[in-house]
């Protein structure tokens, strides 16, 4: 169950975007703030489950649905076609292995070469889009998969 801190955080979260506060809600976005967790929905259901949490899987579908058209969680489909959901929140690009489908965050602040704002910039200024932010990630093979 989250903290005191972190289910405030979530609140103010889901209030920000014109969401109301409900436990599923708050319950997705807690198992999602975490770094290198991208489940597909049925995980996120039996994770919740195993949490001692009573939700059903359409519950989930909904509220992952929701969350993502808000833009508090973010929906990428894997290697193998897969949708999957990110939801954490630092700064961070995928790698993706191309093999077993494996997805790890690496965050952008442990990869300070990587300065992708002056790209941002220059994309919004050369299209005349006013870009909000950036998703990347890399593809290749996990280092299991190299063998």
């Not at 001692?52 to 076609?81: A, C, M, Q, W």
């Not at 790698?95 to 002056?118: A, I, R």
Request: net charge positive; aromatic share 8%; charged share 30%.
């Amino acid at each position: 169950m989250p903290r005191t801190k972190e289910k405030e955080n979530y609140r103010a979260r889901l209030k920000a975007v014109g969401l109301r506060h409900t436990l599923p809600r708050e319950r997705i976005l807690s198992f999602l703030d975490r770094k290198n967790v991208h489940p597909t929905p049925e995980e996120l259901y039996q994770g919740l489950k195993k949490r001692g949490y009573d939700i059903g899987l359409s519950t989930v579908y909904l509220n992952l649905h929701v969350l993502r058209e808000h833009g508090l969680i973010y929906e990428f489909k894997d290697p193998k076609g897969y949708t999957r959901y990110d939801g954490y929140n630092e700064p961070h690009l995928h790698l993706v292995c191309t093999s077993c489908g494996k997805v790890e965050d690496l965050l952008l602040k442990n990869l300070p070469e990587l300065d992708l704002e002056p790209a941002l910039k220059a994309a919004a200024e050369r299209t005349g889009w006013a870009l909000e932010g950036f998703r990347l990630e890399f593809r290749g093979k996990c280092p299991n998969c190299q063998g």
